[in-house]
């Protein structure tokens, strides 16, 4: 099982679509670094010699942010905006979405599940 940047990359599918397992590593870049190393996109990443994986390790860790780098530059982004007290910043503290989405009914991933609130009995309006 080849490893690239700490994380296993799956052998039994093909290069192209194991790298992605990479976090910060999509479909157009690592069509990108197949070609940049010369390897077919289409073969197995368990057929990979140990010299292709190095070269994907070194191409990867000069020219591209993935994995923990990633990882690091946007947690500092986020605390950069909490930090500033701007709305974006304030919506990650309060963990609610931050990019315009409705709230009042959805975003239950982000809310977690319902806190029922009970209504008032034997309220009349007159």
């Given at each position: 099982m080849p490893r690239i940047q700490g994380v296993d990359i799956p052998p039994n599918k093909p290069t192209h679509i194991s790298l992605r397992y990479l976090k910060g590593i999509g479909p157009t870049t690592s069509l990108e670094l197949c070609e940049k190393v010369?390897?077919?996109?289409?073969?197995?990443?368990s057929e990979l010699t140990d010299d292709d994986v190095a070269k994907l390790a070194v191409i990867i860790d000069r020219d591209y942010l993935v994995e923990g780098a990633l990882r690091r530059f946007d947690g500092a982004n986020i605390a950069r905006l909490k930090e500033i007290k701007s709305y974006r910043g304030d919506r990650h503290r309060k963990n609610l979405p931050c990019r315009g989405q409705r709230s009042k009914t959805n975003a239950r991933t982000r809310k977690g599940p319902r806190k029922t609130v009970a209504g008032k009995k034997g309220v009349k309006d007159k």
């Amino acid at each position: 099982m080849p490893r690239i940047q700490g994380v296993d990359i799956p052998p039994n599918k093909p290069t192209h679509i194991s790298l992605r397992y990479l976090k910060g590593i999509g479909p157009t870049t690592s069509l990108e670094l197949c070609e940049k190393v010369g390897l077919d996109p289409q073969r197995r990443a368990s057929e990979l010699t140990d010299d292709d994986v190095a070269k994907l390790a070194v191409i990867i860790d000069r020219d591209y942010l993935v994995e923990g780098a990633l990882r690091r530059f946007d947690g500092a982004n986020i605390a950069r905006l909490k930090e500033i007290k701007s709305y974006r910043g304030d919506r990650h503290r309060k963990n609610l979405p931050c990019r315009g989405q409705r709230s009042k009914t959805n975003a239950r991933t982000r809310k977690g599940p319902r806190k029922t609130v009970a209504g008032k009995k034997g309220v009349k309006d007159k």
